[in-house]
């Protein structure tokens, strides 16, 4: 009876040891974005034909011509609707988060063009680890300026 109590008590005890601070997680692999694109002379909506890419950043050093060189990578794109709104979703992964692991905020820019108007891009960071409403960044009014 006794020795019955010890396995029971090993076979509880050796998950805990083995994945002490593990736990799965619902990471954002890409940031949700949504605001409204509008004209800064009138405030009135630009509706459709407004395109809105996401990219994000990566950068790495060029021994041979000895410079840092950063580019973004578009991974998304999406367009205004009638009211001059866009929406991307976040995507997310199910990974393993490890008990003390730093995730660091990633680089994102955000690229809005339309033609008669400049071009305009927004730089922002974002953690992986966000979750719910904060996987999405508001960003509310976004101001083009027209072409001269």
Excluded at 33 to 48: A, L, M
Excluded at 116 to 138: D, R, W
Aim: aromatic share 10%.
């Amino acid at each position: 009876m006794r020795r019955n109590n010890y396995r029971a008590l090993a076979s509880l005890l050796a998950p805990l040891i083995f994945c002490a601070g593990c736990f799965p997680f619902h990471y954002t692999t890409r940031p949700g974005v949504q605001g409204i694109v509008v004209d800064q002379s009138t405030q009135s909506p630009i509706t459709n034909n407004v395109s809105v890419s996401l990219a994000s950043f990566y950068g790495y050093w060029d021994e041979t011509n000895k410079v840092h060189v950063c580019e973004t990578n578009i991974i998304t794109t999406a367009n205004t609707d009638l009211a001059g709104t866009f929406k991307i979703r976040p995507a997310k992964k199910w990974g393993i988060y490890i008990v003390p692991m730093d995730v660091f905020s990633r680089p994102y820019e955000l690229i809005i063009s339309r033609t008669n108007y400049e071009l305009k891009k927004i730089e922002f960071s974002h953690n992986p680890m966000a979750t719910g409403k904060g996987a999405t960044v508001q960003l509310g009014n976004i101001q083009l300026i027209p072409e001269k």
